[in-house]
C-alpha cells in the first residue's frame, strides 16, 4: 500500500498494512516551532527551515526529510504554497530559537518582551506576553452586542486573530487566482507525493460565536438569546457553505479529507447539554456536511477537544466521519469504550501518545509502553489514524517524539 491507500483503508475500516500516521497535516495534529527545532538538532539536521505556518499556535510546517523519517503518511495543501525564501523572515520565538515567520505576519515588539499582532485597520487584535508560546485573542468585534444585520460580518473577522492570521493556504484567499492555484498546487501534490491529503475549512459554529462575541457571553447566550444565536449562526453556515462550494469546486476530487474544527468539550463534558446541541447546531453541521458529501469525494474529519463523549452520536448522525484529537484525559473519553461503542462508525485520529503527562513527561521506555497500549486497542479493525492528542508542545523533549513514532513502527504490523 501506499500512504494514501493506507489512510483511506484505514477511513473505509479496513486493516491497512500498517497503522497510518500524521504529524502535521492539520493545526491540531502538528508540533510546536520550539519542539521541532529542539528535535532536528537532535537528529543531527542543520539543513533545511524551520517555518512557522500556524503563527498563532506558533506550529512548524514539517518538512520532507522529517516526514520519511517518521513514515507519515498525510499532508496538508496549504504546504503548497508559500514555498519560496522570499516569501519567509527570521524571527527570534521565546526560548532565542531563530525560526522564520511569513512575510504577511509582522507582529510588533512591544516594551517589556510581549509581541501584539494588529488587524489591517491597526485594532490590536492578539498578543503574547515575554516567555509565552502562543497568541491569545483579546478584541471580540460582538461583544457589547449582536449587530442588527451582518453586512459587516467579513469586516468582523478580520479582526478576529484565528481568521485575521490563519494557516496556508489561507492567507492566499483573496488574490484573485486563487482558487486556480489550489487546484493547480493540490493536483501537483498529488502527482508529486503518494501522501494523502487534508484540506482545513474550519467551518466552526460555537468556536465563531465564541470569537465574535467572547466565549462566556455566548454561551450565555445560547441559553438567554437563543433567537439572536441562531441569527448569528444562520449567517455563518452561509458563509461556510459559500467556502465549502468553492472548495468543492476546486479540490473535491483532489483532497481526500476535508477537516472541521468546532471545540465543543471541556475536560469534564460538553459546553452544552445534548439536547441543546441537537437542537441549535446539529441541524446546521447537517447542512454542512450534506453539501461536502454530495459535491465531492472528500472525508470530513472533525477536530474537537474534550469530552465530547455525549455528542459524538449526534455528530456521526450529522455526516462526520473522522474525531481528533481522542483527548482521552478528559472525562468519558476512554478509548477502549470509544473503540467498542463507535469503533464501526467513526475513524480515530489521534489517542496515540498522551500530550499532557505522558509524551511530555515520561521516559522515552514509558512512551513506547504507553503507545503500544494504545494501539493494541485502537488499530483492529482499520478506523485509526495515529497521532498524539493534540500538538507536540515546546515542553516535550525530542527522545519522546522519537520514541512515539518508532514505538508505531514497531507495533504496528
Not at 120 to 144: F, R, S
Not at 147 to 158: F, L, R, S, V
Not at 203 to 219: H, K, P, Q, T
Request: some cysteine; aromatic content about 10%.
Amino acid at each position: 500500500m501506499n500512504s494514501r491507500e493506507r489512510i483511506l483503508a484505514s477511513i473505509n475500516h479496513k486493516e491497512p498494512d500498517r497503522i497510518p500516521i500524521d504529524l502535521g497535516s492539520t493545526t491540531s495534529s502538528g508540533i510546536s516551532g520550539i519542539a521541532y527545532k529542539r528535535l532536528k538538532k537532535y537528529l543531527s539536521i542543520d539543513k533545511g527551515h524551520t517555518r512557522i505556518y500556524d503563527v498563532v499556535q506558533q506550529q512548524a510546517q514539517p518538512e520532507e526529510e522529517i516526514l520519511d523519517r517518521f513514515n507519515i503518511d498525510v499532508i496538508n495543501i496549504g504546504r503548497a504554497f508559500g514555498t519560496e525564501d522570499k516569501d519567509w523572515y527570521e524571527i527570534k520565538l521565546s526560548n532565542g530559537d531563530i525560526v522564520e515567520f511569513p512575510t504577511w505576519f509582522k507582529p510588533v515588539l512591544e516594551e517589556g518582551g510581549r509581541y501584539n499582532a494588529y488587524s489591517e485597520d491597526g485594532t490590536l487584535i492578539a498578543t503574547m506576553p515575554e516567555g509565552a508560546t502562543y497568541y491569545d485573542q483579546v478584541y471580540y468585534p460582538y461583544i457589547e452586542g449582536y449587530p442588527e444585520d451582518y453586512t459587516n460580518i467579513e469586516q468582523a473577522m478580520k479582526k478576529v486573530s484565528w481568521f485575521a492570521f490563519p494557516a496556508n493556504p489561507w492567507m492566499y484567499a483573496n488574490e484573485p487566482d486563487f482558487w486556480e492555484n489550489l487546484r493547480k498546487k493540490a493536483l501537483e501534490l498529488q502527482q508529486n507525493s503518494d501522501r494523502a491529503l487534508v484540506i482545513e475549512c474550519g467551518c466552526s459554529l460555537l468556536e465563531s460565536g465564541n470569537y465574535l462575541r467572547r466565549m462566556d457571553n455566548f454561551l450565555m447566550d445560547i441559553y438567554t438569546e437563543p433567537d439572536e444565536v441562531e441569527r448569528l449562526l444562520d449567517v455563518l453556515v452561509e458563509r461556510h457553505l459559500s467556502m465549502l462550494e468553492k472548495v468543492c469546486k476546486a479540490v473535491g476530487d483532489v483532497a481526500d479529507i476535508v477537516r472541521f474544527c468546532d471545540d465543543l468539550g471541556t475536560d469534564l463534558a460538553p459546553l452544552m447539554a445534548p439536547e441543546i446541541y441537537r437542537k441549535i447546531f446539529k441541524p446546521r453541521l447537517t447542512m454542512m456536511c450534506d453539501y461536502v458529501k454530495k459535491h465531492s469525494k472528500m472525508h470530513i474529519l472533525m477536530h474537537s477537544c474534550g469530552s465530547i463523549y455525549k455528542l459524538i452520536p449526534d455528530l456521526i448522525e450529522a455526516g462526520i466521519e473522522i474525531f481528533n484529537p481522542i483527548q482521552t484525559t478528559a472525562n468519558e473519553m476512554d478509548i477502549v469504550r470509544l473503540k467498542k461503542e463507535f469503533g464501526k462508525d467513526i475513524t480515530f485520529w489521534g489517542g496515540g501518545c498522551n500530550t499532557r503527562s505522558i509524551l511530555n513527561r515520561a521516559t522515552p521506555e514509558e512512551v513506547k509502553d504507553y503507545v503500544k497500549r494504545q494501539i493494541e486497542i485502537m488499530a483492529p479493525g482499520g478506523g485509526f489514524v495515529f497521532n498524539q492528542e493534540h500538538n507536540i508542545m515546546p515542553d516535550v523533549p525530542p527522545e519522546n517524539i522519537i520514541a512515539m513514532y518508532d514505538a508505531v513502527q514497531e507495533f504496528s504490523y
